[in-house]
Structure formats: structure tokens, C-alpha cells
């Protein structure tokens, strides 16, 4: 059976030693496990084309499954996707991890990607303070792969065959205990500008997963939540 790298990081305040090496390896082309509100699921750079493809046979994803974007906040998915005043205030309203939105690509988005489902992906933030450590440090956009049958395993131990033989690193939090299957949700966006990008507001504030780390088009500081 193949061996992965096994990072066991505390799951409320993870050690810095380890997220910072397993950015590293995702930045070299590592698929990882990590830590999110679905349960544990694979990830890999959006850039990296032998990785995505190796993901996508790994989650048995059709050809014309829209590529789902993991991002650290608002701030960054809007680099990403179009995120009009509507979807903006739809994501605000969720919590973070319970649903993947559907938005248009923008051009930073590889080809390959987003021609897949018509221009369109999927938006999903992870809900997991491990998870948000490692984003903040890679400063990009992940392509995360759901897991096909509902929720991601609890455990690192639940791994099935296929996954646990295409990994090359885990991040193992511990049990993350009962989780919502991965959902998707459909947000129209647009291709032009919204006002909170005319207004300058899509500014990330950090990688707290209790905020949504952006304003509100009206300027107001969104409200602390837990992940």
C-alpha cells in the first residue's frame, strides 16, 4: 500500500511548522488531504495540470463536473469567479463550509477548467481553522475535489482505497465528527463589475474561518461567527 506523508496537526491552533511544509509540497505538486466542513477532502493547485488530472480520476469526476475553487475568503474568490452584489450577500448569509456556489470564471480560472461546465465552478470555503492556516500561506485558489458519495471521511483512518493510493500528504486534524454531505448551490454572478468591487471593498482581512473576512457592499463589517 502506498505511504503519504502524515502531518498531525492540532485542530484549533496548528502548528506553524507543518502548515508551512505542507504549502510547500502543494506548491511542488502534492495532492493533500485537508481538514474541511464536509469532512476530509483532496486537494491540489489549479495550475498544476498533472495534479488536477490525477484529482479528477481520483474523484471518479466526470468530464463536465464544474471545478470547485477552494478559497480563503471572498476577497480571493472574487480573483477567481464574477461575485455580484446578489451572490455576495447569498455567500455572506451561509455558513462557512455548508454549500458550494456556483459562479462564472473569471480568466485567472485555467481554460481547461473552466470550459468544463460552460465557463462556470464552484466556490467552497473550508470551515476549518487548519485549512484556512495553510490558504493563507499558499495565497491561492485550491482545486478541491468533493467526494462523490456525500461527506469526505471523518477520520484520515476512513480514507477509501483510491484516495488513501493518490495522496501524497495528509493534514490530519483529528475526528472532525458528523459532517453535512458536500452541497452546491447555483448564484447567477455576472461579468461585469459589482459595487463592492467598484467600491474597492473585496479586500481579504485574514484567515479567520469565523468571518467571512470582506465588507459588506454598505461598509459594514460581516458578523463574527464560528466556523
Known sequence: MRRFLHHVVHPENPQARLLANAAALIRAGAI???????????????????????????????????????????????VYLHIDDEAFRAIRASEPGAAAFTLPCT??????????????????????????????????????????????????????PSWREGIDLALDAGPLGEKPAFRPMWLSGHCGRSEAEEAG?????????????????NGDVPDSRGP
Not at 201 to 217: F, I, N, T, V, Y
Open 107 to 160: 480568466r485567472r480560472v485555467p481554460r481547461r477548467l473552466a470550459s468544463a461546465a460552460h465557463g462556470q465552478a464552484q466556490l467552497y470555503f473550508a470551515g476549518h481553522v487548519a485549512t484556512q492556516g495553510l490558504l493563507k500561506l499558499i495565497d491561492e485558489a485550491l482545486l478541491l475535489a468533493p467526494a462523490a458519495w456525500g461527506p469526505g471521511p471523518e477520520t484520515v483512518d476512513q480514507l477509501p
Open 32 to 78: 493533500a488531504l485537508l481538514p474541511t466542513a464536509a469532512g476530509y477532502l483532496p486537494v491540489c493547485r489549479l495550475d498544476d495540470k498533472a495534479a488536477a488530472s490525477k484529482l479528477r480520476r481520483m474523484a471518479d469526476a466526470a468530464e463536465r463536473d464544474p471545478a470547485v475553487l477552494l478559497c480563503r475568503d471572498l476577497g480571493q474568490a472574487a
Open 201 to 217: 471593498e473585496w479586500r481579504g482581512e485574514g484567515a479567520d474561518p469565523a468571518h467571512w473576512a470582506a465588507k459588506a457592499p
